[in-house]
């Protein structure tokens, strides 16, 4: 059992995870609001032993290096490497201070969220992001059968889409770092992500925060009249030639403003942004908060 557990900042575990904490810890502190700056973290964190954090505050070395009772950190989001982490991870490492976080917990409504939108597009369902009437892209109704679809980044989330899709009739290709047996025995193309951004009209991309892979001469190949996804965290691409890009005869769907990266591109007729994170539902949250809790259980268990 911990001595002290603080959870720095709003986490957005169910009610009933929030009672269970207190298994864990002979004190258990919850803060309701971010904190605004590296002081106010120390200062929440005090003499805790354990820390508990969601993605929209960093904990940083300099905060870490004024709380030496912490012995972990359990961050309650998602955490695919030490770079994109909002945790200065090597130096709790070097610390000997454990740093959990958890995957896959909001996958579910990211399928979703490209299935309907997807579907509005070729269909012209609903309303443009100025109020007008929305058109089918290809001025007729049609379905997402036959359509070339380019996956970028065919990880838990990636694999999904592209199973969703596929379901429906999609033509499937991908790009990862390296060729998957599994995709390529349902009939997944892999290709170059010159050679996928070229012969797609669909393309999605599904990356871990911070990784940019869609410079200038990605555009270039991706060209003009194509349909572009963002389900990751931040932008997959570089600002300039994106902004370029997206004066052509394309369309971008992003989430959240931090999918899109710049909220200035949000008055652009060809941007269709919610504004809204599709993976925070009542179901992910369950799902966030079952890992959060076996995360705590299996260190304590270990220690």
């Excluded at 892209?137 to 049609?142: E, L, S, Y």
């Excluded at 300039?240 to 890009?245: H, R, V």
């Excluded at 769907?253 to 990266?261: E, M, N, P, Q, S």
Aim: with cysteine.
């Amino acid at each position: 059992m911990f001595n002290k557990l603080v959870a720095i900042e709003p986490l957005n575990l169910i009610s009933s995870a929030e009672k269970e904490l207190h298994h864990y810890a002979k004190e258990v502190v919850l803060y309701h609001d971010i904190p605004k700056s590296d002081e106010e973290i120390t200062k929440r964190i005090g003499d805790a032993d354990a820390v508990l954090l969601s993605y929209t505050s960093n904990l940083g070395s300099e905060a870490l290096a004024n709380c030496p009772n912490v012995k972990y950190i359990g961050m309650c989001c998602s955490l695919y490497s030490p770079e994109s982490a909002n945790v200065a991870i090597p130096y709790a490492n070097a610390r000997g201070i454990t740093v959990t976080g958890i995957r896959d917990y909001g996958d579910e409504g990211v399928v979703e969220y490209v299935v309907s939108e997807l579907v509005r597009c070729l269909h012209g369902f609903g309303t443009k992001p100025n109020g007008s009437p929305e058109m089918p892209w290809d001025g007729v109704p049609r379905e997402i059968t036959g359509t070339k679809v380019g996956i970028v980044g065919l990880g838990a989330s990636g694999g999904m889409v592209a199973d969703a899709l596929h379901f429906f009739g999609a033509d499937i290709a991908y790009f990862s770092r390296s060729e998957k047996p599994e995709a390529q025995a349902k009939g997944y193309r892999f290709m170059s992500l010159a050679t996928l951004l070229s012969e797609s009209e669909v393309v999605i991309t599904c990356l871990n925060k911070n990784t940019i892979l869609l410079h200038e001469a990605e555009f270039e190949h991706l060209g003009n009249r194509k349909i572009l996804f963002n389900t990751g965290l931040s932008p997959a691409w570089d600002e300039k030639p994106f902004a370029t890009w997206i004066n052509g005869d394309n369309r971008i769907y992003a989430d959240t403003i931090g999918a899109l990266g710049n909220e200035d591109f949000l008055d652009h007729p060809n941007v269709y942004c919610m504004k809204v994170s599709v993976g925070r539902t009542r179901q992910a949250f369950d799902r966030l908060s079952k890992k959060v809790l076996a995360n705590m259980e299996s260190y304590l268990k270990k220690r």
